[in-house]
């Protein structure tokens, strides 16, 4: 049985992962792909603990590094529990966040070292890396803007533009860096445009051994 394919979905705050992440399962479905479909930080009952204290708001300032390691554990957990057992069962995994939101946001938002990232990215993942990362692309100022109408702002959203900024350019910089594994959609465009460009890149996976 083949190893199933790790896709992972990100982006900035208001990019519409929601939205898009039903286009692809519905994708799925429709091309009788077996997938789960999962979230970071998240994705098992421990992994979603650390996910509500990590968006919690709080008086406390939370430490970077404190912020990062948390990050890891959820992840640890997450991989050992299900998604290594989904890949190695033959199924796709559909995640909505992974390694990437670590360089952008604790990286590329709290200024962390990459290097130290790379280190943690290592001990806990091992070789395993998404097989594509899907970005969504698009202004802080349209995102946040889009954001804000979707509710109470968590510990993240509440940061400034700024922080988005920083968050956006880290996560181009990756993609730019390794080109071969990102597809970059602009979130901007028209979403029947958005999804086009989406399902040609599931369909090259599906066509790749
Ligand atoms: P979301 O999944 O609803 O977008 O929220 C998750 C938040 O967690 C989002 O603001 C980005 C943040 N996050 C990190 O800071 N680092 C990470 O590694 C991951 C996966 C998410």
Redesign the pocket.
């Known amino acids: 049985m083949p190893r199933g394919k790790f896709i992972t979905l990100e982006g900035g705050?208001g990019v519409g992962?929601s939205t898009n992440l039903r286009f692809i399962t519905d994708w799925m479905r429709s091309r009788d792909v077996e997938f789960i479909q999962t979230?970071?930080?998240g994705g098992t009952p421990l992994a979603e603990q650390l996910r509500a204290l990590?968006?919690e708001n709080r008086d406390e300032t939370v430490d970077p590094t404190a912020?990062l390691l948390m990050?890891f554990a959820a992840r640890a957990q997450h991989l050992a529990e299900v998604i290594k057992p989904a890949l190695e069962r033959g199924a796709w995994v559909i995640c909505?966040?992974?390694?990437d939101?670590?360089y952008a946001?604790?990286g590329g938002?709290r200024g962390l070292n990459r290097a130290l990232i790379a280190q943690l990215e290592q001990t806990v993942q091992g070789e395993l890396r998404p097989d594509r990362v899907l970005l969504l692309d698009l202004d802080p100022e349209v995102g946040l803007s889009r954001a804000a109408a979707t509710g109470a702002a968590?510990r993240?959203?509440s940061e400034k533009l700024e922080f988005f900024h920083k968050v956006r350019d880290a996560y181009l910089a990756r993609a730019s860096a390794v080109p071969e594994r990102y597809a970059v959609v602009n979130a901007a465009l028209p979403i029947e445009e958005v999804q086009r460009q989406l399902a040609a890149e599931l369909e090259r996976l599906l066509d790749q051994p």
């Open positions: 705050e992962k979230r970071e930080p990590l968006l912020e990050v909505d966040r992974f390694t939101a670590t946001y604790q938002g968590d993240f959203e």
